[in-house]
């Protein structure tokens, strides 16, 4: 698949915070920025594997609330 440079500019503060969440997820910047869009989009195929996992996790835990 082709891909295309895309550049933003991001508050320090805001950027801040992404990194410490990379960090914590163990993702690149690109990864996570790509991982927010396909999320904000509805592509849900092109969210990180890690990010996928956790959904379910989710989903699953409330299912098991209920039942």
Same mark, same amino acid.
Request: no cysteine.
């Given at each position: 698949?082709?891909? $295309? $440079?895309?550049? *933003?500019?991001?508050?320090?503060?805001?950027?801040?915070?992404?990194?410490? =969440?990379?960090?914590?997820?163990?993702?690149?910047?690109?990864?996570?920025?790509?991982?927010?869009?396909?999320? =904000?989009?509805?592509?849900?195929? $092109?969210?990180?594997?890690?990010?996928?996992?956790?959904?379910?996790?989710? $989903?699953?835990? *409330?299912?098991?609330?209920?039942?």
């Amino acid at each position: 698949m082709e891909s $295309r $440079r895309l550049s *933003i500019r991001v508050p320090d503060p805001l950027l801040n915070q992404l990194q410490s =969440y990379l960090d914590q997820q163990g993702l690149t910047v690109t990864e996570g920025v790509l991982a927010a869009i396909a999320s =904000y989009v509805g592509d849900n195929d $092109r969210l990180p594997l890690v990010e996928r996992v956790s959904r379910i996790e989710k $989903r699953l835990a *409330i299912l098991e609330e209920k039942g």
